[in-house]
Nanobody
Framework: VQLQASGGGLVHPGGSLRLSCTASGGTFTNYVMAWFRQTPGNEREFVGVIRRRGGITAYADAVKGRFTISRDNSENTVYLQMTSLKAEDTGVYYC??????????????????WGQGTQVTVSS
C-alpha cells in the first residue's frame, strides 16, 4: 500500500488547513487510518484515528475539538481537517495505515504503511 499525503503549508495562528492522504495498491477498507505528527528531535505523536468504515474516531487531547478526521472509502482517502491552529501544531504530519487493536491505536509501531509526510507550519 502506498500513501500520498498532501495539503500542508504555512498558516497563521487561528487558521485552518485540510490534509489529505490517498492510498493505492491495496484494499483501503482493510485498514484503520491514522494521523501522526513529528517535530525535530521528538518521536512521532498520535493525532487522530478513524475506523475502517468511518464513524468512530479518537483524538489526542491536544487536538480534540479542533481537528476532525474523516475518510472517503470510495476515494481511498483520509482527511484531517485542522481548525484553530496553534504554533504548537507545527510539524510534519504523517498518515498511516494499519490494523491495531482499538485500544492500541496511539502506538505508531503498530502501523504498517506510512505516507511521506507533509509540513504544517503555524506562524504569524
Amino acid at each position: 500500500v502506498q500513501l500520498q499525503a498532501s495539503g500542508g503549508g504555512l498558516v497563521h495562528p487561528g487558521g485552518s488547513l485540510r490534509l489529505s492522504c490517498t492510498a493505492s495498491g491495496g484494499t483501503f477498507t482493510n485498514y484503520v487510518m491514522a494521523w501522526f505528527r513529528q517535530t525535530p528531535g521528538n518521536e512521532r505523536e498520535f493525532v487522530g484515528v478513524i475506523r475502517r468504515r468511518g464513524g468512530i474516531t479518537a483524538y489526542a487531547d491536544a487536538v480534540k475539538g479542533r481537528f476532525t478526521i474523516s475518510r472517503d472509502n470510495s476515494e481511498n482517502t483520509v482527511y484531517l481537517q485542522m481548525t484553530s491552529l496553534k504554533a504548537e501544531d507545527t510539524g510534519v504530519y504523517y498518515c498511516a495505515a494499519g490494523s491495531p487493536a482499538w485500544g492500541s491505536v496511539r502506538d505508531a509501531t503498530l502501523y504498517y504503511y506510512w505516507g511521506q509526510g507533509t509540513q504544517v507550519t503555524v506562524s504569524s
